[in-house]
């Protein structure tokens, strides 16, 4: 996965340009309206979606598999961030404790035992009464079945991209144990199902 990021951003730089994602703003307002000021984003990216976190008080950390985006982020937005280099399958990157993580359309592009070590990681560094916000593709998606199988309901596509696509009980099975209280749909280009659990 990782040379697939480098070269897509060394080739298209800011991939998703630098409008925040919907769901990105409406974490932000979460998180505030909690009193939540120190924020994980496990890949971070170009930083698109981390600035109105940054922007709203909030420290964050970041971590991000490729070299090139944490170059944009740096260009783009300075050296308010600290983003750690490195793939989310080798978390922890720190001790520190957070009180809100969120992560954007990352935990479909896992196979099954990375994406339960993804929640269970984040949920550790997850501090008491904190939150954590994911967002993950649905089968609802109009690419939900194309490309090759390469397991239930996970797809490869777009070259060497594997997807899952997730229901609602999946949802249920990967996240019940780690303080799952809300599922809302959103549409972010594709449905997406934003998660939300507490510790």
Known sequence: MKEFWEENFIEKQAIWGFQPADSAISSKDFFLANGLRNILIPGIGYGRNAQVFVSSGMHVTGIEISKTAIELARKHYGTKMTIHH???????????????????????????????KLIADCYKQLAKNGYMVFTAITKEAITYGQGKEIGKDRFEMFGDLKMF???RETVEEEFGNFGLFEIVEVNEKYPFYMIKCRK
């Not at 399958?89 to 994406?115: S, V």
Request: hydrophobic share 30%; net charge negative; charged share 30%.
């Open 86 to 116: 490195g793939s989310v399958t080798d978390m922890p990157f720190d001790t520190n404790e957070y009180d809100g993580i969120f992560c954007y359309a990352l935990i479909h592009l896992l196979d099954d035992k990375e994406r339960s």
């Open 165 to 167: 696509f997730y229901d």
